[in-house]
């Protein structure tokens, strides 16, 4: 199997997690992995599994995410991302990732998603918290800077371990739906 983890990390959380994956992948498949700023698509030649990388930037990833992921086709396609406040429940975690995941081919199989809380600029802590008392204060900026902080040591051994785990599970899930293809090939 090959295999390609490429990410988007501005400021560094995704790239941990991204290499937490590609550390996770079984040695004897063929790896890379890739700054989505240095990738080419002329080196996109028979990857089966990519592993796609982003930081959430105002409720989706960047367009040069979106843009690649609509050009990956004939593979399986799993998502990974990093977001300054992690919504309360799996589905609202679910439906961040399912906005990204619209971009992906219909050629493609989507193999699901992993998300986890990453560490903010303290700018963005300090912008919000300036609002405090004034006529923008809409009553919720407690609340995001609680978000803040408890982002901050955000991604942590335990978001790392759970991405290697997800990259373990992914891989394992390409594998079954492969056996299945050949198995639906033979029968026809
Ligand atoms: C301009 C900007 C917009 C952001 N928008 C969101 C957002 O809508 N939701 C969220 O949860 N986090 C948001 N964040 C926080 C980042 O997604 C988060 O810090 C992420 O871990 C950054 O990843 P990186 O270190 O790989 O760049 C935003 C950050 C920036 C700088």
């Given at each position: 199997m090959r295999i390609k983890v490429v990410y988007d990390s501005k400021t560094g959380n995704t790239k941990k997690v991204a290499d937490a994956i590609y550390s996770a992948l079984p040695i004897s498949a063929e790896r890379d992995i890739l700054d989505i700023h240095d990738y080419?698509?002329?080196?996109?030649?028979?990857?089966?599994l990519y592993f796609v990388g982003f930081w959430i930037r105002r409720s989706s990833a960047s367009v040069e995410v979106l843009q690649r992921l609509s050009q990956l086709h004939h593979c399986g396609i799993a998502l990974f991302g990093t977001c300054g406040i992690l919504p309360v429940d799996a589905s609202g975690a679910i439906s961040l990732a399912e906005t990204v995941s619209v971009?992906?081919?219909?050629d493609s199989r989507y193999l699901g998603s992993f998300l986890c809380r990453g560490r903010m600029d303290i700018s963005v802590r300090n912008c919000c918290a300036a609002?405090?008392?004034?006529?923008?204060?809409?009553?919720r900026i407690d609340q995001f800077l609680r978000a803040f902080d408890e982002a901050m040591?955000?991604?942590d051994a335990a978001d790392l371990a759970a991405a290697g785990e997800f990259a373990r599970n992914t891989v394992k899930k390409l594998q079954t739906f492969a056996q299945e293809d050949e198995q639906d090939h033979i029968a026809s």
């Open positions: 080419r698509s002329e080196e996109d030649d028979g990857w089966d971009w992906i081919p219909e609002k405090r008392g004034t006529p923008e204060d809409d009553g040591l955000h991604p």
